[in-house]
């Protein structure tokens, strides 16, 4: 079995909802299996999480954009992250990243570009979401990447609205299709390395 791990943090439930909506697209693929994995509030991630990183054949890092970036709790992770770093540990795994926040803007590329450089520092094999935009003027937030994202899947969920109601369902299915993609390609690489 190919083994998808998520990796994120959520400080309201939004990027719980696109963490879960990647985790399902992952799913949609034979032969994958997918571990979410929430980092809690205080930023501590358990000590099996190490290993459970270590044995997936891709990574997917998720974030809500906070101030520009990632939040603490995902930096405290990613810095944590050197020790496998000195082994080499996640060397040529698959890794994606996805954020959320409540502008259609939010420099939500900056968290992309947060997660791509933790992912070539390691090693990894960044795929992007391979979706066209939804940029004319009859698409709106129900359509599939309305946002423009290309090197990852973004939201947006409106800062007067809970996770019930963002982020909205263009976003979750470009979610869906994005953890989909990844756990395609985790699987054609095993398959490639087992051959």
Do not use: C
């Not at 996770?163 to 690489?189: F, M, N």
Request: glycine share 12%; charged share 20%.
């Amino acid at each position: 079995m190919t083994k998808i791990a998520i990796v994120y943090f959520s400080g309201y439930g939004h990027t719980a909802k696109q963490a879960d909506a990647v985790k399902e697209g992952a799913a949609r693929v034979n032969s994958a299996t997918v571990t979410a994995i929430q980092i809690p509030e205080n930023g501590e991630i358990a000590a099996d999480v190490w290993d459970t990183l270590a044995e997936a054949d891709a990574i997917i890092y998720g974030s809500p954009t906070y101030m520009g970036g990632p939040a603490w709790q995902f930096k405290k992770f990613a810095d944590e992250s050197s020790k496998p770093w000195f082994s080499s540990v996640w060397k040529d795994k698959i890794a994606g990243g996805f954020t959320n926040s409540a502008t259609v803007n939010g420099d939500k590329g900056a968290t992309i570009n947060y997660f791509f450089t933790l992912s070539q520092q390691h090693g990894q094999i960044w795929v992007g979401t391979g979706l066209m935009p939804a940029n004319q003027k009859q698409h709106g937030p129900d359509d599939v990447n309305w946002t423009g994202g290309f090197a990852g899947a973004l939201a947006i969920s409106p800062s007067d609205v809970g996770p019930e109601e963002g982020p909205r369902s263009g976003d979750l299915e470009t979610a869906r299709l994005y953890g989909e993609r990844i756990a395609q390609y985790a699987v054609k690489t095993r398959q490639a390395l087992a051959a």
